[in-house]
């Protein structure tokens, strides 16, 4: 079993490699289904291994020519102070046993886990629908809406800190339709975005958390290598295809997480 959370652990990378943000929606099911993490500490490994492996994807990203700093700043200037503040104030806040009906009680894991199956249901309805301007051509800039990216920012600063991960599919076609990003740009960009969002926001749980370092830089490291594999598998495959096939698998994955979580218990 530790062998395929391993090789589970490098499709992290692989994912986030050949499609951009949406594939850090893996980690949390790998951590807590095959490594046996308790679902709210994976979070928290969560925002790690997802946040170092994104910053590893940027650098080849900024090399290219690929990652809009401003646009990464602005945005993240909202979406990355939400995180910190949800990780440091309002996750050592929610109980163990947040309701209680007869013998039914929804305890903070089991909310954690049906939360993110039901972000999971949501990435996986985006990708094979396919986003929008899924070309590397500029479409004409739209006027720049700050209230609106604002506002979007909170939005998936919201959703990373509360899950540990599943913004980045909302990044991209943010970034495209409300900012103007050709979609390579896009995904530059997103990653950048990630990395900050989750290093800073991993950082909300220091002190909250026993974290056993040796753990993380081991499924950091098959992680990144991961990303360096997808990285050149992207230049050969059909992104389109790929993300889409990538969703139905998603979306099974979700809808097994909450049967399990909920019916199955």
């Keep these: 079993m530790e062998n395929i959370a391993y090789v589970a652990s490098a499709l992290i990378g692989i994912s986030l490699g050949l499609i951009g943000g949406g594939g850090s929606i893996l980690t949390m ?8 993490v308790n679902p709210l500490l994976a979070t928290s490994y ?36 939400t995180v910190f503040l949800t990780r440091k104030f309002i996750i050592p806040l929610i109980p163990k046993i947040i309701i209680k009906i007869g013998d039914f009680e929804l305890t903070e894991n089991m909310l954690m886990m049906v939360l993110f199956a039901v972000l999971m ?19 004409e800039k739209p006027p720049l809406h700050i209230g609106k990216l604002f506002l979007y920012g909170i939005a998936i600063g919201l959703a990373t800190g509360f899950l540990g991960a599943g913004g980045g599919f909302l990044l991209i ?49 098959v992680a990144i290598a991961g990303i360096v594999v997808g990285g050149m598998i992207n230049k050969k495959i059909d992104g389109g295809k790929l ?14 997480i909450i049967l399990k979580e909920v019916i199955f218990k």
């Excluded at 099911?29 to 046996?36: A, D, E, R, S, T």
């Excluded at 056993?212 to 081991?218: G, T």
Aim: aromatic share 12%.
């Design 29 to 36: 099911p790998v951590l807590v289904y095959l490594f046996g």
């Design 46 to 81: 969560s925002l790690f291994i997802v946040g170092s492996t994104s910053l590893a994807g940027t650098v080849g990203n900024f090399k290219r020519g690929l990652v809009n700093i401003k646009t990464a700043l602005l945005f993240g200037s909202a979406s990355i102070s």
């Design 121 to 139: 249901v949501a990435a996986a309805t985006a990708m094979i629908k396919g986003a929008r301007a899924e070309s590397s051509t500029r479409i």
């Design 173 to 221: 076609p943010t970034l495209v339709i409300l900012v103007g990003l050709p979609m390579k740009e896009a995904v530059g960009t997103s990653l950048f975005i990630i990395a900050l969002n989750s290093l800073i926001g991993f950082t909300g749980d220091l002190g909250h958390f026993h974290i056993d370092w040796i753990f993380l830089a081991k499924i950091t490291t």
């Design 243 to 256: 993300k889409k096939g990538f969703g139905w698998f998603v979306l099974v994955m979700g809808c097994y």
